[in-house]
């Protein structure tokens, strides 16, 4: 019998709270297989009246009862001080626990990283997780870090990222040998910050076994120039926000443009299932694991509702069903014999506050 997997989740996180967790629970359900699980963590009066009639869903589920939640407005160093049996901090907690295989959240980013950090620990003396977003591209998905963890990072950790970002893409997309760029403002070698030039000569020389494709520019983020693509929190939470942006104005351009008059909208109509397709492909990414941490926690978007939740839990399944935690810890030996662990640095600024 297969062994089954449970996912954790704080089922109180985000803006939409449980209204959208329930759903995406029963969706989730209805995609994965039965021997996926789904532990809940929250107000347990509330969670059992949403599933008054999802019966099939509820059979699959266990419910922890939570007292409090994490606020999406609080910092993350306050809300360390009062997590503790929060639905955020319980739904981790399962992880070290043993009693599940990966927890998935919409609440709080920078408490969510700090919980994690605090209650699961590094692995393979890594400092700082990171946050991994995939994006689409002309031939399929490209793997895209960090993009908001961490602020300030210097070459190792971009070696670092590297590292970590190729594993990820190999167990969540399938791709036997991930090709990897760095992102910065030239394709020449002279080009960009000493930080990025140095990891640059690192990945180029420094005997790492990986598919290394040398810098990319902004405009491979969605070309599918390489599978992984590398960067600081800062620039990449900057690109991601702009992305997603710049999804929101097409879409709504063209929504104006395709109800302008009566021609454009019975033209709209008949190109529906396209522009549903389209639709999709222009969403920005629900999902983004913390990647480095010893487990699997995904970070959904805050505005999250079903359909985004729903993904991120297949997301967390696929990840804990996948040896992606241990290929981390074995891939960071390619890390060159000069490149020592880094020392711990004062708490930085993250895209959530300070951490």
């Known amino acids: 019998m297969t062994k089954p997997l449970v996912i954790s989740i ?11 967790v329930a759903p995406a ?31 099939a869903a509820r059979a699959r589920c266990e419910v922890r009862h939570a007292d409090r939640v ?60 990171a946050l991994v977003a995939s994006l689409p591209g002309p031939t399929g998905m490209t793997t ?21 970002g190729e594993a990820f893409h190999r167990a969540a997309h399938g791709t036997a040998k991930p090709t990897v760029g760095l992102l910065n403002v030239g394709s020449e070698d002279m080009k960009g910050h000493e930080e990025v030039r140095e990891a640059h000569r690192i990945l180029k020389d420094g005997g790492i076994d990986l598919d290394y494709r040398g810098f990319v520019e902004g405009d491979d983020l969605t070309h599918s120039t390489v599978d992984v693509i590398v960067t600081d929190g800062f620039t990449g939470n900057v690109a991601l926000k702009a992305m997603e942006g710049a999804a929101k104005f097409v879409g709504a351009e ?48 805050g505005g999250a509702d079903a359909e985004d939740l729903a993904d991120a839990i297949k997301v967390a399944a696929s990840l804990a069903d996948s040896d992606f935690s241990e290929e981390i810890k074995r891939t960071m030996t390619r890390l ?15 895209s959530e506050g300070e951490a």
Do not use: Y
Request: with cysteine; proline share 6%; net charge positive.
């Open 10 to 20: 704080d089922a109180m996180g985000g803006d939409n709270g449980l209204s959208a």
């Open 25 to 55: 629970v029963v969706l989730a359900a209805s995609r994965t297989p039965e021997s996926v699980r789904f532990l809940l963590h929250g107000d347990a009066a509330a969670i059992e009246a949403e599933f008054v009639r999802h019966k």
């Open 70 to 129: 994490v606020g999406m407005d609080e910092k993350p160093a306050q809300a360390m001080r009062r997590s503790k049996g929060t639905s955020m901090w319980n739904a981790v907690e399962a992880l070290r626990s043993g009693e599940a295989s990966a927890a998935v959240s919409a609440g709080n980013t920078g408490a969510l990283m700090a919980i994690s950090k605090l209650i699961l620990r590094m692995s393979a003396d890594l400092e700082r997780p």
């Open 144 to 164: 895209f870090l960090d993009v908001g963890a961490n602020v300030d990072c210097d070459a190792q950790r971009l070696v670092e990222f590297a590292i970590m």
């Open 254 to 301: 063209l929504r104006a443009a395709l109800t302008a008059d009566m021609v454009s909208t019975a033209g709209a109509l008949l190109a529906r299932k396209a522009l549903k397709r389209f639709r999709a492909r222009m969403n920005p990414p629900p999902a983004a694991p913390l990647l480095g941490l010893n487990g699997i926690v995904v970070k959904c978007h």
């Open 336 to 350: 060159p014999a000069g490149l020592a662990p880094l020392a711990p640095r004062p708490a930085v600024m993250t």
